[in-house]
């Protein structure tokens, strides 16, 4: 698998790498690996739009969620481009159990709230990116430019969301940090019985 794609301060911050495992099931499962990225992208600007929503008073949040929401809407444009091509229909499937995970530990009072929010985002799109350089050794050449091109675009988002978790907490993140971690890795590293972009590892039906 090749990381050379990815800045340092990415592979630093996961906790672990994909499972092989995991990559020969994408290469194998095209349609579904497409259809799953598609409404990643998707929920990925709808997360940017409802922290704008819920938390008006924050303008350097709503910048660069304004920004981000823009790209990750521009990105699901082309990757439905890209299944049209292909002659993979853009359906609805259920998610997987990675973001809620994640989320289920989120406090509810704030500011830890945003703080943890902000904190899982940086996961999310950090893993994102290292699962898009895990695959484009092994993609066709219109597959793996596109996703050449979202590991180059989407490797600072994960840095914008943590230094907005460092900016409007109290004092330092590093424990949650440490924490979400942790559910992280669980999540990437265990068995899961679902093929999907964020899934653990497959479990075979």
């Known amino acids: 698998m090749s990381h050379e794609l990815m800045p340092s301060e990415l592979l630093d911050f ?25 409404q990643c992208e998707k929920k990925a600007a ?3 739009m409802s922290l704008m929503y819920r938390y008006t ?5 709503l910048t660069k969620m304004s920004q981000l929401a823009r790209e990750e809407l521009l990105h699901f444009e082309q990757v439905v481009t890209l299944m049209r091509e292909r002659g993979i229909d853009y359906e609805h499937v259920s998610a997987s159990r990675y973001a809620q995970g994640l ?9 830890g709230r945003l703080i943890d929010v902000l904190i899982v985002g940086a996961y999310i799109e950090a893993r994102s990116c290292e699962r898009f350089a895990c695959l484009i050794p092994h993609l066709d050449d219109t597959l793996a430019k596109f996703y050449r091109s979202l590991v180059k ?7 914008d969301y943590l230094e907005l978790a460092a900016q409007y907490a109290d004092g330092p993140i590093d424990e949650r940090v440490a ?9 990437i590293e265990s068995p899961d019985h679902e093929f999907r972009f964020h899934s653990g590892v ?3 039906a």
């Open 46 to 48: 709808s997360t940017a």
């Open 57 to 61: 008073s924050r303008v350097d949040l």
């Open 14 to 38: 996961l906790p672990c790498r994909t499972p092989r495992s995991w990559v020969n099931a994408a290469l194998g499962n095209e349609r579904l690996l497409m259809i799953d990225h598609a």
């Open 153 to 159: 675009s989407e490797g600072r988002h994960f840095e």
């Open 179 to 187: 924490f979400f971690g942790e559910v992280e890795k669980s999540l």
């Open 103 to 111: 989320r289920e530990h989120v406090r509810e009072q704030e500011p």
């Open 202 to 204: 497959p479990v075979a």
